[in-house]
C-alpha cells in the first residue's frame, strides 16, 4: 500500500480557517449529520415554521450529498462554504434543536405573534 496509489475523499490538506480542520471522509459526515437532524427535528410540531425550514434545508443538503461524490461539487451546489463548515453548521443545528425543543420555542413564536398581531 502506497501513498501515491491511496484515494483521499476530499482534495485538499487545509480548510484555511483556524481551528477548522480538514474531515477526510466530510461527504459522509455529513450524510449522517442530515440525517440525525433531519430525524432530532421531528419532536417539534409539525406546525412549526422552524421544523418546517430545518426540514426544507436538510433534506436539501442529503439530496445534495447523496446525489455527488465530489466534495467541490457539494460545496458548490450548497454554497455555504467548505463541507467542514456545514458539518458545523449541522452540529450547531442538532445543539439548537434540542434547545428549541427544551424551551418550547414555537410556543414564544405563536406567543409573539399574538402580541404583534394586537398592536
Request: hydrophobic share 40%.
Amino acid at each position: 500500500f502506497s501513498v501515491a496509489s491511496r484515494k483521499f475523499a476530499t482534495y485538499k490538506s487545509s480548510t484555511g480557517l483556524v481551528g477548522l480542520a480538514v474531515d477526510p471522509n466530510g461527504r459522509e459526515t455529513l450524510q449522517a449529520l442530515s440525517a440525525e437532524v433531519l430525524a432530532s427535528v421531528k419532536k417539534i410540531p409539525e406546525d412549526a415554521h422552524y421544523r418546517t425550514m430545518v426540514e426544507q434545508w436538510f433534506t436539501y443538503i442529503s439530496k445534495v450529498v447523496n446525489e455527488n461524490e465530489d466534495i467541490r461539487k457539494i460545496e458548490d451546489e450548497i454554497d455555504l462554504g467548505q463541507i467542514e463548515e456545514v458539518i458545523l453548521m449541522a452540529k450547531d443545528e442538532l445543539k439548537l434543536i434540542d434547545y428549541y425543543y427544551e424551551e418550547k420555542g414555537w410556543e414564544r413564536v405563536a406567543r409573539a405573534k399574538r402580541e404583534a398581531d394586537k398592536m
